[in-house]
């Protein structure tokens, strides 16, 4: 790993200030918002599960690279994605991301640097965003869950709020031709037992979505 791709891993408080604010009040809650709307007639269900502090991680199901806006675009607070660090070694990504307050992460060991960002981001007013499925999943079917976020929770001492989307995964171009349903269940509190809390995520996921889990595919996540 790079210098440059180490600061985008470890990253200060100070990352998460009023201008990266601004930018994803601008890009998300503005014109992907507009997108989400008239295209896809958004619904949203559960904001008043969502804690008025910002100690917790928003911890969705995943199905499209729309999934990181659209949560930027609903939730009250900035969310503060990781991104897998590959990204970041494509330029004009990499600056959009960065703006965009994402977290570059090795997917097959969370390192000491990520446990120190997030518990960064906790001293800004951001929450920090992490799709416990590791990449985009099929629609139906909650897979491949990686166990580190809920260890990630724990060190950081950071509660998770599920969240169900559906129809992300549907290309639509046309004027409400498509229909995108987000529903944000009620908090797991990171005091449970790791197993616990993965049980509780996948449990919740299955109720907001419909969906159903495949055991076979949940996985352990080393080095957090």
């Not at 210098?3 to 990352?15: C, I, L, V």
């Not at 009040?25 to 992907?32: G, L, R, S």
């Not at 965009?100 to 997917?107: D, H, P, T």
């Not at 390192?111 to 992490?130: A, C, H, Q, Y």
């Amino acid at each position: 790993m790079t210098k440059e791709m180490k600061n985008y891993s470890n990253r200060p408080a100070e990352t998460f200030n009023k201008w990266r604010t601004l930018f994803m009040i601008i890009v998300c809650k503005f014109f992907y918002m507009i997108r989400f709307k008239l295209v896809y007639r958004l619904k949203v269900e559960g904001l008043e599960n969502v804690p008025k502090d910002n100690e917790y991680m928003v911890c969705p199901n995943h199905l499209s690279t729309l999934d990181p806006p659209l949560m930027c675009a609903v939730m009250p607070r900035s969310v503060a994605f990781m991104a897998k660090q590959e990204l970041f070694n494509i330029r004009f990504l990499r600056w959009w991301i960065d703006w965009l307050g994402a977290i570059a992460v090795n997917r097959e060991s969370l390192g000491p640097s990520t446990v120190k960002t997030v518990k960064n981001i906790k001293k800004s007013e951001w929450v920090l965003g992490i799709f416990p499925e590791g990449t985009r999943g099929v629609t139906g079917v909650i897979s491949d869950v990686n166990k580190g976020f809920a260890g990630l929770a724990k060190l950081t001492k950071c509660n998770i709020l599920p969240v169900g989307i559906v129809g992300t995964d549907e290309v639509k171009r046309l004027p409400f031709s498509g229909q995108i349903t987000v529903k944000i269940g009620k908090p797991i509190s990171y005091n449970e037992d790791t197993d616990d809390i993965i049980s509780k995520w996948i449990s919740s996921v299955e109720d907001l979505t419909g969906f159903k889990h495949n055991p076979i595919e949940t996985k352990d996540e080393q080095g957090v």
